[in-house]
């Protein structure tokens, strides 16, 4: 006869008070009996047309809460799960629903203290909230309830629910909705009852933050060879764009090509499309990442049964509570890697294996993350990308260029960068190209994951050579900067500067532009072959007169007001992005481990290496000064121009790496008394005491940096890395005036017409279409 089977219990990932797992796991029991803090989720589903919550009632074998309305779905996350996994598997298991994966919107996690059933029962929990939202109700019908677990649905108006929960109803289970899980009901009324008029007003003022202008480019000293390769290129940089959408989220190519269907079914739907594409995503740069649509606004139809649905939240990928130290490594020493779950993959094939009944499921994962490259997760767009970067190749009459291009799209299929980077670092042609995966920004875990971009210009020669004098002085730079000497490097190489006027870009090019670049970002080139830049000087141009011009007249006291001029601006501009390739990258510990300030700082790096390249530019402006390389004539319009900037940069909020940069250096210096506010809310530089403040904080970044003490690095920024009363004066004062923000609206099929119109074609164009400043 055989046995019965012995059916094992639940064991729970044990964790901190504070949330951290402690490599102990227990069962269900002993966790619920000893009072262990483990995890937990909470899934609300919610009708938009209907405004209406999905909840259950529990059934009434339940030994918490038994017999009582309930959240829709909910559930423990086992030993090795991760958080999302296990709101998809729950709710399909308690309500035979399955929905990808973006569905789910984490919106908060709330710690639940409390004890029932005379204290035999004790829940200490860390609850992830998600929310899912559909256009409209999903059918009762469309439901399959798991008996043990639930015994009814039903739709609820949800400030109807709210009030019983308030009223302390006994049919439902109790939730303080005046306190933390309050939140739920706050951002549902927030995001979803704002009426037509009232949107298309708020889009409307973000868009009008925005200006356009016309960048012109001479194509004089282009060959007849070298723009048709320019064609090739732009048609590749519609690729590159089909990659970063990709790159922001998984679902966002189907979202912009939804928008762009409609954009002129209504006025509504004219603005959400214009304001997607400056920002690429559903998500503002300029409000923090806030999402500006809502469901309806897509109705992207994901074929779950019979409903549709969609969120727009910031997806922030969950690592769970711990990446090991090895994944950590193999993820920054290679910028061009995607990280996936062993466990998605895993639920995916169960769920779509599976839909008619519940089933054990795999748990508790040895390495649940694995890593993928660029090459093979994007190999479809990258085949076709390297195909046209060959032929571009193959026309071009620089051999430089040719060098690049073929590099590159090699690059593309091996996910090997670095002979690739080796022969941008060296392009030496009329027609400047960047393209690949190079900035960490959208990375906002640990700052070690690229993005492809691409920028197109012409080179502009009277211009580079005037900036060869920064390249030079790396070296020098170096040996003098206020650190200790044990930190400084003895093997700086001359940086190679090129200035552009920019043609054409794509890729992570979203939002507010950049007016230079300073790549790779690779540790092992930077450390074997140094960095280049790139300097967009008719951005530069566009920038300064349409916003640091007016910012100055409103915030800089009127005596001072001279002193900003677009040389001062633009030469530390060159300096900033000098300065990335100096100070400490590759740094040895206290206890002799060989690593990197990336590596150390994780998500803290970005915007403590832009304060540092900001402050120490301004640092190395004035050493050149002493050293008679440059007119002493610009100390005091640096000076003033850099805090007409710092206004600029803030203005985007705190979110993103620049802006917490600035703002950690104008708080410094404004608490040291080198930065003045006047009564009448304008402010002034203090030329008596900037110098040495200036230098008191290259020496406190430098020296975070050096040491990889991330622990100073987050107290530094934690301080400084605010929005203060000062900085809200002047951004209240630019409100008023309604200083604009700089991106572009590329127009490739505009660009493409002029490359065809043949040999008596305008050689000075306006290749960039439109142009919004930041």
């Not at 901190?16 to 009996?33: A, E, F, I, P, Y």
């Not at 519940?358 to 090459?375: I, Q």
């Not at 530019?617 to 002493?632: C, D, R, S, T, Y």
Request: with cysteine; aromatic share 10%.
């Amino acid at each position: 006869m055989a046995k019965p089977e012995i059916e094992h219990e639940e064991h729970f990932d044990v964790l901190t008070r504070t949330g951290q797992k402690t490599g102990v796991s227990k069962s269900r029991g002993d966790v619920h009996r000893d009072g262990d803090y483990h995890g937990a989720v909470h899934v609300w589903i919610f009708s938009e047309s209907t405004q209406e919550l999905l909840i259950q009632r529990r059934a009434d074998c339940k030994y918490s809460w038994g017999g009582l309305w309930d959240i829709s779905s909910a559930g423990h996350i086992s030993a090795g799960d991760s958080s999302l996994i296990t709101a998809r598997r729950e709710l399909h298991e308690e309500l035979g629903v399955i929905l990808p994966k973006d569905a789910f919107e984490l919106i908060f996690i709330f710690l639940q203290e409390c004890a029932i059933n005379d204290g035999k029962f004790i829940e200490n929990e860390f609850e992830d909230v998600y929310l899912v939202t559909t256009l409209a109700p999903i059918p009762l019908e469309a439901f399959t309830l798991q008996e043990s677990e639930v015994s009814a649905v039903k739709y609820i108006p949800f400030e109807e629910y709210k009030n019983l929960l308030a009223k302390e109803d006994p049919e439902y289970v109790p939730y303080d909705v005046n306190g933390e899980y309050g939140q739920l009901f706050d951002i549902i009324a927030t995001r979803y009852k704002e009426n037509l008029e009232t949107r298309s007003l708020v889009l409307q003022k973000q868009l009008s933050r925005y200006v356009c202008v016309s960048l012109g480019a001479e194509l004089r000293g282009l060959t007849d060879a070298d723009k048709e390769a320019l064609a090739l290129l732009i048609k590749a940089g519609t690729i590159i764009d089909d990659i970063f959408h990709l790159q922001v989220w998984y679902s966002n190519p189907t979202l912009r090509d939804w928008l762009k269907e409609h954009a002129e079914i209504s006025h509504l739907d004219k603005l959400k499309w214009a304001y997607y594409r400056i920002n690429k995503s559903p998500w503002s740069c300029l409000d923090e990442n806030a999402s500006f649509l809502t469901t309806a606004d897509s109705a992207v139809n994901h074929l779950v049964q019979i409903f549709t649905l969609q969120i727009w939240t910031k997806w922030n990928l969950n690592y769970g509570r711990k990446v090991s130290l090895g994944m950590k490594n193999k993820m920054q020493q290679d910028f061009s890697m995607s990280l996936k779950r062993h466990s998605e993959t895993d639920l995916d094939t169960f769920l779509s294996d599976n839909t008619t009944g519940v089933r054990d499921h795999p748990v508790g994962f040895g390495h649940d993350l694995y890593t993928v490259p660029y090459s093979q997760e994007y190999k479809y767009f990258l085949g076709k990308a390297a195909e046209l970067l060959h032929k571009a190749g193959d026309l071009t009459s620089s051999p430089s260029l040719n060098r690049l291009l073929h590099s590159k799209a090699d690059a593309f299929l091996s996910n090997d960068y670095y002979d690739s980077d080796i022969a941008w670092m060296e392009l030496d042609s009329k027609l400047d190209v960047t393209i690949g995966p190079y900035e960490t920004y959208e990375d906002a875990i640990f700052g070690y994951k690229a993005t492809f971009e691409l920028f197109v210009g012409v080179r502009d020669d009277k211009a580079t050579a005037q900036v060869k004098l920064f390249g030079d002085h790396l070296q020098v730079l170096e040996q003098n900067l206020p650190m200790d000497s044990v930190y400084k490097s003895q093997d700086i190489i001359a940086a190679p500067i090129r200035v552009i006027q920019l043609i054409y870009n794509s890729g992570d090019v979203k939002g507010p532009q950049t007016v230079a670049f300073n790549l790779p970002n690779d540790e092992r080139m930077v450390k074997n072959r140094g960095t280049s830049m790139v300097m967009l000087k008719n951005v530069s141009e566009a920038k300064f007169k349409h916003i640091l011009q007016p910012i100055a007249e409103v915030c800089i006291a009127k005596e001072q007001q001279d002193y900003v001029d677009f040389d001062s601006f633009f030469t530390h501009t060159i300096c900033h992005e000098c300065c990335h390739g100096i100070g400490p990258h590759s740094i040895t510990l206290p206890n002799g481990e060989k690593s990197t300030v990336r590596l150390k700082l994780q998500e803290l790096h970005s915007a403590l290496e832009e304060a540092k390249a900001d402050i120490v530019g301004l640092w190395a402006l004035k050493f050149l000064m002493v050293q008679e390389l440059l007119p002493k004539s610009l100390i005091k319009s640096m000076y003033v121009s850099f805090l007409a900037g710092c206004f600029r940069s803030v203005r985007f909020g705190l979110e993103e790496a620049h802006g917490k940069g600035q703002a950690l250096q104008f708080n410094w210096l404004f608490e040291k008394g080198a930065f003045i506010l006047h009564p009448d809310e304008t402010f002034s530089v203090d030329f008596s005491k900037v110098d040495a403040e200036v230098e008191s904080l290259s020496r406190e970044i430098l020296t975070i940096q050096a040491k990889g003490d991330k622990k100073e690095a987050k107290a530094l920024l934690e301080k400084y890395c605010k929005m203060s009363q000062p900085l809200k004066v002047a951004l209240e004062k630019l409100e008023k005036v309604q200083v604009r923000v700089l991106t572009f609206l590329r127009c490739s099929f505009f660009i493409l017409q002029l490359l065809s119109i043949g040999p008596k074609r305008s050689q000075h164009k306006p290749f960039i279409e439109h142009v919004e400043l930041a």
